[in-house]
Each structure stands twice: as structure tokens, then as C-alpha cells.
């Protein structure tokens, strides 16, 4: 996986806003590839003053290494993970940053052919690279910044970056900034009670297993919320879900664990066959037994609580619980499903959140349960077509028993259609604004 990349040259004097050149690439993506409309020539480097950039990347250091994209991106998330929020009265590219665990994800958008003004970016992409590599491009740029910004803003740049390095370095501080970050704070503005919460929690329970849980919601209290979602799952449904977990766990520890939803098919086909059901539809009675639970909890019923999230939870021994908030039936199994497929990534962790964010343990999730309940040969088998229609697609989804959507995503990841048909209706491929479709898709 390439590292992202940050390059500086100094401009020649007299330059008193401290100008540089600058380009930002991840391998051969470069997100400062752009059209200058008074040279009529492309370039892979603007002219920015550093200074703004690297107090940008010192604010918004915690949120942009571990803040999620939610449910509902804010004013606030944009503010800290847009590129363009830093303003100057200079071009940045649209260059969206945000945090996933391990990895961090970069989305850039092009501005659209015949838009008017000094510079039109040119990049189109969704790239991943490793947060510890990230962190060292940021360090390295943040060190040069201090050096070739003005002096009236070299110390209180100085002092800032000292503050943020101080703070990395202490266990205590980090878990903290951690915290707030994922719950959508900047540094001291969440409620202190609720972190103080959260990290009580994360004594019971895997810090990676609470993070999923509270990612991305905007509860006045995720501690609370989750502590609630708990004792709801614990009246809910029984299930055991080590048989699976022993089937797909040496296919998972094989897998590259940045493909997610490649590992999830592999996972998906491993739990099947231990079941001997490698093709076909799974019915409630079969997916039931999977996890061991009752195919009665399979079908549809009024009055499902209310809940930010569906979520499994430990019992007494190997057993566990689970409880699912969808309402119908091809809903609930679906959820099910990537309860499954959560045990097997997290190896049977004590808690998994099932939830609607963009990260790679949600996204395995969401792959697994496609390919457990819609495996892609038996989906092209029923299709008998590489050109499926809407309507091969609506009987197909009624077949398998999931909904629509599904049967588009398995397609999609196995390139059978194109992915602007993901999400209806059709989108423009080359409408950059549609390209979180796309980071959701891959």
C-alpha cells in the first residue's frame, strides 16, 4: 500500500506569506494535478502559503487520524476533514481526509469541465493508505512548514505542533484525544463525563469493539447509548456464533486485511461449506442455524425498538446474544448475517456493533452478509447473464431472500455491472460529487 506523499519547494524571494510549492500524491494519484486557467497548462504543484495548511493539519490532527465518516457528515466533520475548508483566499483541492483504525482514507473530487476561476482540479479518486505512514508524511511536512512560514507565524506554529507532539506522546492524553476525535469533538469540547464513561467501558470491552459502536452517531452521550444497546442485546436473542468462527477463521487470517470485502467472500464461502451449503438460497431455518439461534427471530415483526444500531454481545461461556433492529424479514437476516461475519473478523470479540459507517470492520461486515446470503456463482447462475435487467435483478433479490441492493452489490464487486448502478438513480461517472458512492462501493 502506497504512503501518502507531501513535497515542498521553497519560492524564490521576495516571498513574505511564506509561498511554496506543493504536492500531495499517494502513489500515481496525484491530488494536486490541476488546470491553471491563466497559463492554460496542467501542473502537479500549486502555489499555496504553508502556514494555513499546516495549522489546519495541527488542528484537526485527532479528528482527521481517527474520526469516521458518519451516518450524517456535519458542518463541523467537513470543517476538520475538507481540504477546501481552509480558505486563504487560495485554491485547495477537494481533498476529503478521514480516519478508519489502521488505515486512513483520502477522497479527492474534480471540479466539474467549464468551472471558472484561477485553477481546476483535476483528480478523481479513492485511495487508502496505513496511519502510521500518514502520520509520518504530516510530521515531515509540519516540521518543513515551521522553516518556511512566515516569521510572524513561525512560534505560535512552533508552539502549536510542540503541544500536539507532547500530548501523542502520553498514553493517557492519546486515549483521551482518541475518544472525542470519534465521537466528533475537537480537542477539550466533549462532555468530560462521557469520555470518562467511555473509557470505563473500554476496560470490559476491546477498545476497537467500542469505537465501532459509537463512530459516527452524534449521540449527546454514546456511553450511555451503547451501555442501553447492551442490555437491550441481552434479553434479546441466544446465538453461538463458534461454529463459524472456526470455519472462516484460518481463511480470514489469510487474507490481505486491507481488501475487506474480499476477505468477507472468502469468509462467507468458508462458512458455507462447513455447513454444506455452498451454493443456493439460505433459508431462515438454515441461516438460523448458522448462528444458532431460533428462525423465528428471522421474520418480520411490529414494533422493533428503536435503536442506533443492531449489535451482538458475549453470554456465559461461548454463548452470546443478539439483537437484531431491522423490522422485515430480509432486513433482519441481513443483519444477522453481519453479526456472523463480525465474529469472524474480530476472532468472537465480547461486542460488535452493526451499524451504518464507512469503516473497514462495517464494510467486511456488509460484504460478508452479501456473499453468505447471495453467493456471487449462485447469483450468476439464477441471472443466467452477465447483462442482468432491473427486473433479473428485483427476482433475484426475492429468490435469494435479501433486498435489492444486495444483489447490486455482489454484482458490483464482482464487476458484472457497472458501479453507477449501485445506488439508483443512474449517476454521472465523472460527477465527483457522486464519488462517495463509490468509496462506499469499493
Known sequence: MPDFQIELAQRPPPNPDGIVSLSMSVGDVS????????????????RVPVAPLAFWFADNWWRLRWEPRGVVTTDSWRMAHEMTAIGHGHAWPNLTIWGDRDRVILVSRADPPGLVGPARFLTNAVTFVQADGLEQS??????????????ATREPLRALIDALNTERQDPETTAWRRLEAI?????????????????EMEKDYRPADVEEAIAGFGKPDPATTLKDAIAQARRGAKANFSDAVNAASSVVAAQDRQIPWAAAEAAASAVRA?????TGPLRNKALADIARIAASDLTSREGTTALPYALRVAGSGTGAHVMLAARWSHDRRFQLARAIGDAVLTD??????????????QKFQRAFAAALLCPPDSLWEYLGTTKPTDSD???????FHVNERTVR???VNKNLIDRRRLNQPLIDPLDASQIDVVAEAA
Open 31 to 46: 491530488f494536486t494535478h490541476l488546470l491553471r486557467s491563466a497559463e492554460n497548462a496542467e501542473t502537479y504543484a500549486l
Open 138 to 151: 504530516i510530521d515531515g511536512f509540519l516540521g518543513r512548514a515551521i522553516q518556511l512560514a512566515p516569521q
Open 183 to 199: 465521537t466528533g469533538h475537537d480537542p477539550d469540547q466533549a462532555p468530560e463525563p462521557h469520555i470518562e464513561n467511555l473509557l
Open 274 to 278: 462447513s455447513w454444506n451449503r455452498a
Open 348 to 361: 468472537n470479540s465480547s461486542l460488535g456493533a452493526i451499524t451504518g459507517t464507512d469503516t473497514s470492520r
Open 393 to 399: 435483478i428485483g427476482e433475484a433479490a426475492r429468490y
Open 409 to 411: 452489490t455482489v454484482l
